[in-house]
């Protein structure tokens, strides 16, 4: 169930068909004390090779895939992938949402790792384009509705994760279809062009430190295509790791342990990991 396609099973596992029936969920969780944990598409996450102990939820039934509009707001229900909103809004002719085309993630997702692209100088995260965003509290099951700047959002981080992120509200504008379609084009030619899609994998696996490319860094300590198990770095993306066979966690985060050691003795530079890891 996520991307990389390594890690255990779930000792739980639900797809609430609806809202009242995953508050009931976390409520019945909460009292049992069983822990919880919610999957987007899976694209940003490690499983380690064991059951993974309490619930994981995925709110992918057709009610969390909801897109709704008014007129250049489009309300985005956390299970919607980040394409199908793209799509919604080039149909809709609304601009701004473009450069998450490709990101293999859903609304849920995107908005606890804020995620988001470098567009030459420019930094684009789905924070410019949010206004608000529904979510469960795990306090008292109760729906809490957060403004975009109570979200804590920084780089492919947000104060999210503390939550049980339902739907948000974006702000868009108002655009010429073929424009749209010309930046969507553009957008996905350039992922194709720099990312390794060949095998299995997570994304980038480093967060950029500031002012530099993990992949760089990586790269020049001479770590494309370093082997561990069945794990890889990619040539194409040295950020990129690839389970090429069967790989285990372990491999990947032993091949995660190489580059922070290479990258901290050659550059002083400690690479803090983006994905999650699930233990
Ligand atoms: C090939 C590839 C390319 C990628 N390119 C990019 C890129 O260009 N830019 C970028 O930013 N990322 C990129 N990613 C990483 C990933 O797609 C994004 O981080 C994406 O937003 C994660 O969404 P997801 O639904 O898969 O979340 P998951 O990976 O399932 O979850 C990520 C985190 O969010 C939490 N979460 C998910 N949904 C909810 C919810 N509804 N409520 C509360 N918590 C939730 C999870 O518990 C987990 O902590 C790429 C990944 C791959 C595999």
New binding site residues.
């Given amino acids: 169930m996520?991307?990389?396609r390594i890690g255990g099973t779930a000792q739980f596992f639900a797809r609430p068909p609806d809202l009242e029936q995953l508050i009931k969920l976390v409520w019945v969780a909460q009292k049992k004390g069983i822990d919880v944990?919610?999957?987007?598409?899976?694209?940003?996450?490690l499983v380690e090779d064991k059951i993974i102990k309490g619930l994981v939820i995925?709110?992918s039934s057709p009610f969390?895939q909801t897109l709704q509009i008014s007129d250049d707001k489009v309300i985005a229900y956390?299970?919607v992938?980040?394409n199908k909103l793209v799509h919604f809004c080039l149909r809709h002719s609304l601009t701004g949402a473009e450069f998450l085309s490709?990101?293999?993630?859903?609304?849920?997702?995107?908005?606890?790792?804020?995620?988001?692209?470098r567009d030459g100088n420019i930094t684009r995260?789905?924070s410019d384009i949010v206004e608000c965003i529904w979510?469960i509290d795990y306090n008292n099951g109760r729906i809490k509705l957060i403004l975009a700047q109570e979200a804590g959002f920084a780089y492919?981080n947000s104060t999210?994760?503390k939550?049980?992120?339902?739907a948000a509200q974006l702000g868009l504008s108002k655009g010429r279809k073929q424009q749209i379609r010309n930046k969507i084009k553009k957008y996905i030619l350039r992922?194709r062009d720099t990312?390794?899609?060949s095998y299995?994998?997570?994304?980038?696996i480093f967060k950029n430190p500031p002012d530099a490319s993990a992949g760089q860094l990586i790269d020049s300590c001479g770590l494309k295509g370093a082997i561990y198990g069945g794990a890889q770095i990619s040539f194409r993306h040295a950020n990129?790791i690839l389970n090429k066979e069967k790989a285990k966690c372990s491999d990947v985060l032993n091949l995660m342990r190489l580059a922070q050691r290479c990258v901290m003795k050659k550059y002083g530079i400690s690479l803090e990991p983006?994905?999650?890891i699930?233990k």
């Fill in positions: 996520t991307t990389f944990r919610i999957l987007g598409a899976g694209s940003n996450i995925q709110l969390f956390a299970g992938y980040l490709g990101i293999p993630g859903t609304i849920g997702g995107a908005l606890v790792m804020n995620a988001g692209i995260q789905i979510v492919r999210l994760d939550f049980i992120v339902i992922r990312q390794d899609w299995p994998n997570a994304g980038c990129f983006e994905i999650k699930w």
